[in-house]
């Protein structure tokens, strides 16, 4: 997502082609053409510029849901819901590849979270990062935390750095009850479903208030043994009412983000 | 034939394959599951980019050049005529137009709707931004069809891509 002023000039974009399965779009002011991965003008008047990235989630709506306060949904467009594909997500995973990596340890279609910090890129595994979250990374010397979310389908990228100092962070209670569950069960994600049943028995709960009362989900950093919640904010102890620094990072194939950054690495552990 | 018609039809040609190749040349490399080369990505945009103005002139031309050919020419020339100028017309339009929006409707005008008033289930995925007090959510679903959308969010103007 990015913002859509150049040069003090707001743009108005359109789709307009397709560049190895990342669209091109164009803007109707000057005709430039646009890549919506890189956010850069790749042909026109404005080659050469490039769109601010906007911080955003991908998120589950019943996530997104108990986060906000009184938060707007785009509505579907009546003409065109048809259109829409709920199954979405199966059904992209179908299409074919056009360019692929072969070598590489991935297939083209696996799902990665893709970040980048100040020209070094890190592709994580979306299957690696369900099975391992919270993941503790450091790149180009910024130590990270990904985290999978209570529903095992949101996800956020923070650094994991408590007023200035490096911390580590693990899910609260992983070594006690869930421990069992997830050994009855299997996977950390199936275990935590069972808490997202029972969070969302009660919606309009906030988060902030339900970590308080019912801590489902609820992280511990090692540096002031603090309790923070998926947003990224502490919800008690030391460092209550902080919240960490967000990275922005991209949910995508890896055939894409490998396309556009020829040098990632790929975590592993 | 007479020498001054050769000479029209030579001009005819060229005027009638510049409009057709500026349409589509481009609309053959950016098509869907086809690898696209960065010379052939660049060639193509730069095709599409000068399309509009390029196709008119070399279908009015060609136009011209026709109607002086039909009236001497022989019937089987005057289906090559009317075959041919069929498609620079077809070139002519079709690189005004985008297609790529038949396909996939953009969002003229995004209407919201309260989270509490909104139908999607709890499990479905949604890019979310916020800034301030402005929280917006954009389903996935939704998204993955139009693929842009142009929005303001707490003044902010913002395309959405998906």
């Known amino acids: 997502m990015w913002t859509r002023t150049v040069n003090g000039r707001v743009l108005h974009f359109y789709l307009a082609g397709i560049n190895n399965q990342n669209f091109l779009m164009r803007d109707k002011e000057t005709g430039s053409w646009w890549q919506q991965i890189t956010g850069k003008a790749i042909y026109g008047p404005l080659r050469g510029a490039s769109l601010d990235l906007v911080m955003s989630d991908e998120l589950t709506f019943g996530e997104w849901k108990s986060e906000v306060a009184d938060g707007k949904v785009l509505a579907p467009v009546p003409k065109y819901v048809k259109k829409y594909d709920s199954n979405w997500e199966a059904d992209v995973a179908k299409l074919p590849v056009v360019i692929s990596f072969p070598g590489t340890e991935l297939k083209s279609r696996d799902v990665v979270v893709g970040l980048e910090l100040d020209g070094t890129s890190r592709a994580y595994p979306w299957d690696t990062l369900v099975k391992q979250s919270p993941v503790i990374d450091r790149v180009h010397g910024v130590p990270l935390l990904i985290a999978v979310g209570p529903d095992g389908k949101s996800f956020r990228v923070f650094k994991s750095r408590i007023d200035g100092k490096d911390a580590e962070f693990f899910l609260k209670g992983e070594t006690e009850v869930d421990a069992k569950s997830t050994a009855l069960i299997g996977t950390n994600s199936a275990a935590t479903a069972d808490h997202k049943t029972a969070a969302s028995a009660n919606p309009k709960t906030e988060a902030v208030s339900a970590a308080k009362t019912a801590p489902s989900w609820t992280l511990l950093d090692t540096a002031t043994a603090s309790e923070w919640n998926f947003q990224g904010c502490a919800i008690s102890g030391p460092s209550q009412g902080q919240c960490l620094d967000r990275v922005p990072a991209l949910k995508d194939y890896w055939f894409d983000w490998r396309n556009y950054h020829p040098d990632t690495s790929i975590y592993k552990r | ?162």
Do not use: C
Request: a positive charge.
């Open chain 2, 1 to 162: 034939m007479h020498p001054r018609r050769n000479i029209l039809w030579f001009l005819f040609v060229p005027a009638a394959l510049v409009a057709i190749a500026w349409f589509f040349i481009p609309a053959f490399i950016i098509r869907p599951f086809s690898h696209q080369s960065p010379s052939g990505l660049a060639l193509a945009m730069s095709l599409r980019q000068s399309a509009p103005l390029i196709t008119l002139v070399a279908a009015l031309v060609s136009l011209a050049l026709a109607v002086i050919l039909w009236g001497a020419a022989s019937k089987s020339r005057k289906i090559i005529l009317a075959s041919v100028m069929l498609v620079v017309a077809i070139a002519a339009v079709m690189s005004r137009l985008n297609y790529f929006e038949w396909m996939f409707h953009p969002v003229d005008s995004p209407r919201f709707e309260a989270a509490s008033a909104s139908k999607l289930d709890k499990g479905e995925m949604i890019l979310a931004i916020r800034y301030g007090s402005d929280a917006r959510a954009y389903p996935i679903r939704e998204m993955a069809y139009h693929h842009v959308l142009n929005d303001v969010v707490a003044g902010v103007p913002v395309a959405v891509t998906y």
